[in-house]
């Protein structure tokens, strides 16, 4: 039982590329979330997902894409990056919507 | 809007030196107030939730306790192995985490 992990666990990206960023979760959970860290906030949540093939935008949806085909996969697609971006992102997952989330290892992204 | 605020910033310590950790909070609806534990490089490791006024939870050296406004984190006789930066979450109406912006602790052997 891995529980969350994400790949890659580090990436540096230039002005304007594009990447995604995967997560993915053995524990047949329902709810996965992506969420993003800045030094001296607390983290901010992205995108969420409630079952496969449902999404939801969270507090910071800007410049980011999300899909959920199957229940263990929530990849999260940059599409144009920006400086903005640079980041760590966390992805993570619960049985429902509203249990305790467990977070994956995270993915260190810089944009320059 | 909900919001968490999380005090001090920072916090260093001497081994076997107790002190407690503070997290206030506004939300809409409390259904759950949780703390996780961050290692440097590492995703936020879950210790507890508390869900009514009242309730306290322990976990070894850590304590945590729940009032209408405010959580507290309790370290008791803290080793170094204890040093890392503990977060703060409230759960409101709409299910969704609202997080703090932590407390770093460090401790000195």
């Known amino acids: 039982n891995a529980g969350v992990t994400q790949t890659p666990k580090f990436q540096v990206l230039k002005t304007g590329q594009s990447m995604t960023l995967q997560c993915a979760q053995d524990m047949n959970h329902e709810y996965m979330s992506w969420y993003r860290q800045d030094p001296g906030m607390g983290l901010r949540l992205i995108h969420y997902s409630v079952g496969a093939g449902i999404t939801d935008q969270g507090e910071v949806p800007n410049g980011y894409n999300v899909s959920r085909s199957t229940t263990e996969d929530f990849p999260l697609r940059l599409l144009s990056a920006a400086p903005s971006q640079t980041s760590v992102y966390f992805c993570a997952s619960s049985d429902t919507f509203g249990d305790t989330q467990y977070f994956g290892p995270g993915t260190r992204l810089t944009v320059l | 809007e909900d919001q968490v605020t999380q005090s001090p910033e920072a916090l260093r310590l001497q081994e076997g030196e107790s002190s407690s950790l503070n997290c206030s909070y506004t939300?809409?609806?409390?259904?759950?107030l949780f703390w996780y534990r961050q290692d440097p490089g590492k995703g936020p490791e879950f210790l507890f939730t508390?869900?009514?006024a009242g309730e306290e939870k322990e976990k070894e050296r850590l304590k945590a306790t729940l009032t209408k406004k405010e959580s507290f984190l309790h370290i008791t006789a803290p080793k170094p192995e204890d040093s890392a930066t503990y977060l703060c979450?409230?759960?409101?109406?709409?299910?969704?985490?609202?997080f703090g912006a932590g407390t770093t602790v460090t401790v000195r052997a």
């Open positions: 979450a409230v759960q409101g109406d709409d299910y969704k985490l609202s």
């Open positions: 508390l869900y009514s």
């Open positions: 939300v809409s609806g409390l259904r759950g």
